[in-house]
Structure formats: structure tokens, C-alpha cells
T-cell receptor
Framework: KAGVTQTPRYLIKTRGQQVTLSCSPI?????VSWYQQTPGQGLQFLFE???????NKGNFPGRFSGRQFSNSRSEMNVSTLELGDSALYLC????????????FGQGTRLTVV | QQQVKQSPQSLIVQKGGISIINCAYE??????FPWYQQFPGKGPALLIA?????SEKKEGRFTISFNKSAKQFSLHIMDSQPGDSATYFC????????????FGTGTSLTVIP
């Protein structure tokens, strides 16, 4: 079974630009969660999608948004990039969500210059 | 406010020794406690998980000990190997917030040959 696939693996963007990251969950998994990982703040929850609906949202500004498609693939968008948005963005997939096994992708390393 | 507190921040163990990482929480609604292992440049990998209805779970060299009354849980790595050198994260989730995990700050483990 293929794992969680995140694309692209690396991105360099300029302040003020916007970026879209993609996550393909494990086949059959309906829940996709997104996390931001930085050395200073650790792993922080951004949001979760389940069956194309945002089920939960973390404490991030509205510049961070996402969506999920009918095939469970998810995208995350960050608009008006700031230097502080530089981080490893991880997505995790699980069958049902709600405290079940969650499997992470390799992440997208975003650098904002 | 850190909902899951993890210690130590770093740990150095001799090959063959026991590595112990501790986590504590306050939120009694937490009912699922996974441990993740992360190597540099990779996403976190699910190692082992426990629910509060058991006090211990063992998978190979990895054991979770859970103390519900003290609101603490720990990861024990028996016969630690150099290949175990990685960062370990504890996490917790509630049944009400989907797959939103609250992560500890991580423990960098180094196993010396």
C-alpha cells in the first residue's frame, strides 16, 4: 500500500507570494490533517478535513486555508507569505480520524525569502 | 500553553541500554496517546500507541507505560541501537476533535555505539 504522498518536497517562495501544497492520503483514508513543524514551535495543528469538510481548525491566521477533494486528496494554501511561514508542512492521513492511527507524509519544506 | 509536556529534551544512551522518555498531560479528555519517531528530513512515523484502558503496551523493543491517575505516560526503548537515534514525539488526542493531535516538544535521542 502506498504511503502518504506530499508534493512538492521543497519550495522557495518570496514574501507576499502565495503557495499551494498537495497531499495524497493512503488509499481508503478519508481524514487528512495538516501540521506545521518549526524548530521553535514544534508540531502545530493547522486543520483537518474529512469527507471534503473541514472538521477542525487550529489557531492559525486566515491566510492558511485548505480543501479536500472527493478522492480524499487535500491541498493547503498559504497566501501573502511571511518569513515566519518558513517551515516543514506535514500532512497525516487516517481512515476515520478521531484518535485513530495517523500516518504522516515526508512533508513539504517551504522557505520564504 | 503546552498541552503535552515532554522530557527530556535530549538523551544520550549507550548501545544496549534503556532509553526512557516521559510525557505528562492535564486534559482528562485525552483518550489516545501515540508516539512518533522522526529522522532528519523525514515525516514522523507512528511507532506505538495506547489508550487509557491499559497500563502498558509492548511492541518489540518499544513499550508504553501509562499512568492514568498521574496523567503521565512514557516510552521505553529496550536494547537501544544506534539506528534508534532520532527525535521522538509523544502526542495526545480527544474523541471530540477529530485527528487534532497535541504534540510534545520532542526528545532527541542519540545512541552511542
Amino acid at each position: 500500500k502506498a504511503g502518504v504522498t506530499q508534493t512538492p518536497r521543497y519550495l522557495i517562495k518570496t514574501r507576499g507570494q502565495q503557495v499551494t501544497l498537495s497531499c495524497s492520503p493512503i488509499s481508503g483514508h478519508r481524514s487528512v490533517s495538516w501540521y506545521q513543524q518549526t524548530p521553535g514551535q514544534g508540531l502545530q495543528f493547522l486543520f483537518e478535513y474529512f469527507s471534503e469538510t473541514q472538521r477542525n481548525k487550529g489557531n492559525f491566521p486566515g491566510r492558511f486555508s485548505g480543501r479536500q477533494f472527493s478522492n480524499s486528496r487535500s491541498e493547503m494554501n498559504v497566501s501573502t507569505l511571511e518569513l515566519g511561514d518558513s517551515a516543514l508542512y506535514l500532512c497525516a492521513s487516517s481512515q476515520l480520524g478521531g484518535g485513530t492511527e495517523a500516518f504522516f507524509g515526508q512533508g513539504t519544506r517551504l522557505t520564504v525569502v | 500553553q503546552q498541552q503535552v509536556k515532554q522530557s527530556p529534551q535530549s538523551l544520550i544512551v549507550q548501545k544496549g541500554g534503556i532509553s526512557i522518555i516521559n510525557c505528562a498531560y492535564e486534559n482528562t479528555a485525552f483518550d489516545y496517546f501515540p508516539w512518533y519517531q522522526q529522522f532528519p528530513g523525514k515525516g514522523p512515523a507512528l511507532l506505538i500507541a495506547i489508550r487509557p484502558d491499559v497500563s502498558e503496551k509492548k511492541e518489540g523493543r518499544f513499550t508504553i507505560s501509562f499512568n492514568k491517575s498521574a496523567k503521565q505516560f512514557s516510552l521505553h526503548i529496550m536494547d537501544s541501537q544506534p539506528g534508534d537515534s532520532a527525535t521522538y514525539f509523544c502526542a495526545a488526542s480527544t474523541p471530540y476533535t477529530g485527528n487534532q493531535f497535541y504534540f510534545g516538544t520532542g526528545t532527541s535521542l542519540t545512541v552511542i555505539p
